[in-house]
């Protein structure tokens, strides 16, 4: 599920074709790590991009930029999850945070900010659940 304002992390379609978007190098290069994080995938975007730069060392740099390009994105959309959670939309934010731990995985730094977010997220519901049960005693 995708909060329909959430238009500044997307891939454009337009970053899809000819692996447009992709900083520098062979665009060609870096098409199914961009099409991995058009669809969520976004662990397997990161090592897709990463793989490129170890393969091809002409492409290093240009590895290096989509990965934190990837990052950039999926950090944005953390901190907007957390917004979510912190004004009022806990739904959106949700959903939005299953969607990230779904793409990120376990491990990383990313992947244990999404594992926080959703810990948090089931704290906050445990608590709300509690505060309804003690105000109909």
Not at 32 to 42: E, H, Q, R, T, V
Not at 43 to 59: R, S
């Amino acid at each position: 599920t995708r909060y329909w304002r959430d238009w500044s992390s997307d891939v454009c379609s337009s970053d899809l074709q000819e692996g447009q978007g992709s900083p520098g190098g062979d665009r060609k290069a870096f098409k199914a790590a961009w099409k991995d994080f058009a669809k969520g995938n976004y662990a397997k975007a990161m090592a897709a991009a990463a793989k490129v730069g170890e393969k091809k060392p002409e492409l290093l740099e240009a590895s290096t930029a989509v990965v934190d390009e990837f990052t950039r994105r999926v950090t944005g959309r953390l901190a907007r999850a957390e917004w979510m959670l912190e004004n009022g939309y806990p739904s959106a934010g949700a959903d939005l945070i299953g969607e990230l731990s779904s793409g990120l995985g376990k491990e990383g730094e990313l992947a244990s900010r999404a594992i926080e977010l959703k810990a948090s997220l089931q704290g906050e519901e445990n608590v709300t659940l509690v505060n309804l049960v003690a105000s109909n005693l």
